[in-house]
């Protein structure tokens, strides 16, 4: 729920005209914090207990109308380490624009339409069990690439035309390497140089979605460095039914740093059912094996539960194992601004995740 930041009309009051213009600033946040027990599956590692945030964050956003329908809008986000007093964590989706009959124009860090798309039906988001930890990689690794909240960034939100809509980015190239150091002379060297679009389309209990993405990037160790690509479509389906909630997603990624056509699949399955303030969660996950590296692909087995306590306050406990081949390094804890994450030393370790937690949204 939206509240005024009672704070700016105090210091209006007191302090400089400017705060007078800025009457309509909202203050939102999340507050996630729970005890979580891991097992790496590390050989000679103890399973480890601990209290962790998981994806904290407060805000502020503002509109000012401009007339003739047009309103300039902004909002500033930042992560908060609640498990470590309130100090302030990773930055989030903070940017400038313009909103009106066409639609919405941004620029600053945002969420791709990629990852937006994918939000949508995973269950257990912003949590060590998130789906991020097998989709959009692409990567033997196990690296996250297509999920991504990504720097200088221009993106287009279109008018909701009888519940389709479309959106649009793109990020621009700074001509460096990953690491900051110079790009060779007519190398396309930024690793988010990318442009990633979507549409999706929700009626009543059904909402359907297709996502595209392509990053430029370069392969540093190369000798001599050349360019290469790496691109991922994305198709998510939802339905409701009655107590019960479905999703569906799955995803071909294809290119990557230092391996052309280096081709893999991954798909998702998401479920709920609703009993009262009750709600049953079980989400399986599997990403298939990276083109050229045999035994590299990897399984999710996910189960939960909430207890909503009210509409904004909600106590959950989860469970999570990641099931690897001997060639894969998936692990648990991807997503951004969760802090502790397990880690596989090598590969075919199966983490596994035991917590419970609180979740007040305001």
Known sequence: ????LIALAIAGAVSAPAFAATSNV????????GVFSVDSDVTGEDRSTSVTSQSSRIGFKGAEDLGGGLSAIWQIETGVNVDEGGGFGGR??????LKGGFGTVLMGKHDTPMKMLGRKVDNFGDTFADSRNLLGTNADTGTSMFDLRTDNTIAYISPNFSGLTFIGAYVTDHNQTPDGANCAVGLDCNDTDAYSVSADYTNGPLMVGLGYERHNVVDVLAVPE???????WRLVAGYSFGNFKLGGQYE???GD???????????GLFGNYAMGNIVLKANYLSVGEYKGVDDSGANQYTLGVDYNMSKRTTVYALYAQVKNDN?????LGRAQGLGDTTTTA???EDPSVFGVGVKHTF
């Open 1 to 4: 729920m939206k509240k005024s």
């Open 26 to 33: 909202d203050v939102y946040g999340v507050m996630n914090i």
């Open 92 to 97: 989030r989706n903070t940017f400038v624009g």
């Open 226 to 232: 050349n360019d290469l690509s790496r691109s991922m």
């Open 252 to 254: 071909r990624g294809s």
């Open 257 to 267: 740093t230092g391996l052309d056509e280096a081709d893999r699949n991954a798909w």
């Open 327 to 331: 060639n894969a390094f998936f692990d």
């Open 346 to 348: 090598a590969g075919g």
